[in-house]
């Protein structure tokens, strides 16, 4: 934490038992140019926390208290937000999700915070993507330090269904692989893949529900609503690898998830048939230009 | 002769520093302003790093606020101090500490050298601008402004206000026409010293003070008085944005950049390793007289502003969420939608598929599930059959639709049987076409063999419904191309309506109609209007049938003829 500089774009995750996807995620962000890492191990007990001891670039705080209760985790990060965030460029995202912005493959995510700096632009939109294997889920099996991508390499690319919220003014987007799969007798129940991952914190802030809205809601304005488009990424959600069936019923007995764990349950029912969420018309993931052009993301006047 | 650089210089010094080295060390003098707001020991420490060189100076240094005038004293304090020191120069070239020179210094001297009485400023009139920040351009030479833009933005916008309201205005001096340009400039000698040494430079000076941005217009204006030959643009490739603040170049615009053959560019992000390392590297070509020619990055950030302001017709996204009437067309691109036409045309889906080459669709909106053409269970973009999301938000879907196959032209069925909720967003959309015959609903009831009673019940439902789905068609912000006939006028001349509409459609279907679709059998469907009537029904959405037939020498199930 003493190596932090003005300027250091900063990483906060929660998490619970994910020891294999961590070199992953790591690699990914290092690369992408986060400089130090803000873990809460929520009681892990598969070497999580001794592994993120052992990087120089990563500060780890463990507890056992009730995920529910801390509001899913966004308690804990607040605080470390506020402790540590004044001032920096925050990203907030899950261990299975991987951001990708404009030019992410030729610029460092320090050049794009400097942009949105220059533009005073506070905070940073994406959508969720729900990435999935060609094939059962039990047949994409992930080994450590592998790709996530590579294995649930698939996404659906336009059937996402988008309302405003005009209490807190973001956007509530809905769709995807588990609005077609799961909820497609019951879209409101739909999980919300609006997110706001990257935004200069100031301790004043504080996120609402999960990363999907911020206070103050002038936050949440990351869309623009004369006709442009503001510049935006993708947020890439890696979850539908082998690991998730046992996840979900060991999430479902813990029953600390949002809505009485609502999702798991739906997700349970639907995974114990090891559902396959490939369709013909699925995308295959390629780079943000694609995505791009697929009208997932914007470059917005960046360029 | 030799070209000098004055460099304005207040963060990424070591980027400063690099660039300053590189023009001092090919034998070309730099006075450096760094802005009085960098501390002592970081600039005691960029000092260090160029104290080597003989030929770079520091000037006094002064504290700079964007758009006030302090700007302009740094670079008149720099611009002295290098006439005064360094007799050799002709022409002095004005850049930031993220400039960054993209040909050899050497071609920019012979440029120069080549036009040695020639002074590179942008300088043009206040009514031919249009890229004032904040609207104001003649503004800036008649008020006051004493608040800071960046930081009191409320009171400066009042204090203009007020000032327009009291129509307060200052006189601009004797002989000055006040010019506009890019704060980046190459003067020659002569010039910038006439600037420097005017008598009535104190009285210009104590105007300037109060124009607002004077960097934008001190020398702008001044040169006016004393050039000889000004080419009104800059040498320095530096483009704005819609806010007006300069876009940044990084690594991956280096093949653009070095194409564009300019001489110096901003603004460099400073962490642009590969910039640096190439453009900064000891001459590896052979050098070229080209001249600079930035059109292939105006369009690549013309393109930029265009989306940040426009965006993409029909795309909804996180970054781009329209309010109602802002769109720029609510779809992507043109679409048709049939009502009654697979009433009263048996085969209507594949013939007008044969015809027009376009994707045709069945109902999409029907009430049990989506029907995509194919009998697809999921369509282009992965978007579900399922009629409980389709309703959950009916716009989008139809949006989704239209963008994921951008490049078709869509056909679909629609009814009274559907569901309605998307009417009204078809209605003012632009994009869509849409041919209704009404009344086509009675046909299939017609030929059913359902109860009498209950057919009645049907047929006065979907006349209630039709009839609400064409007062919102006809409504006055309709921005759809409808089209609507009655059965009776429709079957009247059936064959110039669909060429009418296949006309419209355009695609492959432009010849005469050469094959036909095959029509109902409407033999006593008069009567059976009757029956409705007797029932207690009135059926008028059909126009009107009489009850006595005359054409029943037809032969059942004919296909109209032919329109010669």
């Known amino acids: 934490m003493d190596q932090i500089t003005s300027g250091d774009v900063l990483l906060f995750c929660t998490l619970r038992n994910e020891r294999a996807r961590l070199p992953y995620f790591i690699k990914y962000y290092r690369e992408m140019g986060i400089s130090h890492f803000f873990f809460v191990d929520n009681g892990s007990d598969d070497g999580t926390s001794e592994y993120l001891q052992a990087q120089a670039d990563v500060s780890v705080f463990y507890t056992e208290h009730s995920y529910k209760r801390s509001r899913y985790g966004v308690d804990w990060l607040q605080w470390l937000q506020r402790r540590f965030g004044h001032g920096h460029w925050c990203l907030t995202v899950d261990a299975d999700e991987f951001l990708v912005y404009p030019y992410c493959d030729t610029r460092s995510i320090k050049a794009l915070t400097d942009w949105l700096d220059a533009s005073s632009v506070r905070s940073f939109g994406s959508i969720m993507l729900d990435m999935y294997p060609k094939g059962p889920i039990s047949s994409a099996v992930y080994c450590e330090g592998e790709d996530p991508l590579k294995i649930a390499g698939w996404f659906d690319s336009g059937n996402y269904m988008i309302e405003r919220n005009n209490y807190y003014w973001n956007l509530w987007i809905q769709g995807g692989p588990r609005a077609r799969h799961f909820f497609a007798e019951d879209p409101k129940r739909a999980p919300a893949l609006n997110k706001i991952p990257l935004v200069k914190w100031d301790r004043r802030y504080a996120y609402v529900s999960s990363t999907h809205m911020l206070l103050p809601r002038g936050l949440n304005l990351v869309y623009d609503q004369l006709g442009g488009e503001k510049t935006s990424g993708c947020l890439l959600h890696a979850k539908f690898l082998s690991t998730i069936e046992q996840k979900s019923s060991e999430e479902l007995k813990r029953n600390e998830h949002f809505a009485n764990s609502h999702e798991y349950k739906a997700y349970h029912s639907g995974l114990s048939e090891d559902p396959d969420l490939w369709c013909k018309w699925s995308e295959k993931y390629i780079n943000w230009r694609q995505l791009e052009i697929l009208g997932l993301m914007s470059k917005g006047n960046w360029a | 002769m030799s070209v000098g650089f004055v460099m304005l210089v207040h963060e990424a010094l070591d980027r400063a520093a690099q660039v300053a080295r590189h023009w001092a060390e090919h034998g070309k003098p730099v006075v450096i302003h760094v802005d009085k707001r960098v501390d002592g020991p970081t600039f005691e420490y960029f000092k260090g790093k160029l104290n080597d060189l003989g030929n770079v100076r520091f000037s006094e240094r002064h504290a700079c606020e964007w758009g006030n005038w302090s700007i302009v004293a740094a670079t008149q304090s720099a611009c002295e101090l290098m006439l005064d020191s360094f007799p050799e120069v002709g022409h002095v070239y004005l850049a930031s500490g993220s400039c960054m020179p993209l040909r050899p210094i050497q071609e920019l001297q012979t440029y120069l050298d080549k036009r040695p009485r020639t002074d590179f400023i942008e300088s043009v009139t206040t009514d031919e601008v249009d890229w004032t920040v904040g609207g104001l351009d003649q503004e800036r030479f008649t008020l006051r402004f004493p608040f800071s833009w960046k930081k009191q933005r409320r009171l400066f916008d009042r204090y203009v206000d007020l000032q327009r309201r009291l129509k307060l205005t200052r006189r601009i001096p004797d002989g000055l026409t006040p010019h506009l340009g890019s704060q980046w400039w190459c003067l020659t000698r002569r010039t910038l010293s006439a600037i420097l040494q005017d008598p ?311 010849r005469r109609l050469t094959e036909v679709p095959m029509m109902a059998d409407l033999s006593g469907f008069g009567q059976f209007l009757q029956n409705l009537k007797n029932q207690g029904m009135s059926p008028h959405l059909m126009g009107d049938f009489p009850v006595i037939e005359d054409t029943s020498e037809k032969p059942k199930g004919s296909r109209p003829r032919l329109v010669k």
């Open chain 2, 200 to 510: 009535r430079r104190e009285e210009f000076d104590r105007y300037f003070k109060r124009v607002w941005i004077p960097d934008e217009s001190y020398f702008q204006t001044l040169s006016r008085l004393y050039s000889t030959k000004i080419e009104s643009r800059s040498l320095t490739l530096s483009k704005f944005d819609f806010q007006g603040k300069p876009h940044v170049f990084y690594d991956d615009h280096l093949q653009l950049l070095r194409r564009s053959d300019c001489f110096v560019a901003r603004k460099i992000w400073p962490k642009a390793e590969r910039l640096y390392r190439d453009f900064l590297a000891p001459e590896a070509r052979a050098l070229t007289m080209a001249e600079p020619n930035p059109l292939k990055i105006d369009r690549l950030f013309g393109r930029a502003t265009e989306r940040r302001t426009r965006g993409r017709a029909g795309l909804y996204m996180q970054g781009r969420f329209p309010n109602e009437g802002w769109e720029n067309g609510k779809t992507s691109g043109r679409y048709s939608v049939f009502e009654g036409f697979t009433d009263l045309f048996a085969d209507f889906e594949a013939w007008i598929a044969r015809r027009t080459g376009n994707r045709v669709h069945g109902n999409l909106f029907a009430k049990d599930r989506v029907y995509f053409a194919g009998g697809d269970s999921v369509y282009n973009g992965a978007i579900s059959d399922s009629a409980v999301l389709r309703d959950y938000n009916p716009g989008a879907f139809l949006t989704n639709l239209i963008w994921n196959t951008r490049g078709e032209h869509q056909c679909f069925q629609f009814g009274p049987a559907d569901d309605q909720k998307i009417t009204e967003f078809m209605a003012t959309d632009r994009n869509a076409h849409i041919s209704v015959i009404s009344g086509a609903w009675a046909i299939p009831l017609f030929h059913s063999n359902q109860n009498f009673a209950d057919l009645r019940k049907v047929a006065a439902q979907l006349q209630r419904i039709e009839a609400a789905h064409l007062d919102l068609l006809r409504m006055g912000k309709t921005k759809a191309r409808v089209r609507i006939w009655s059965l009776a006028e429709f079957i009247e001349n059936p064959m110039e309506n669909l060429q009418t509409i296949l006309d419209e459609i355009g695609g492959i279907g432009q």
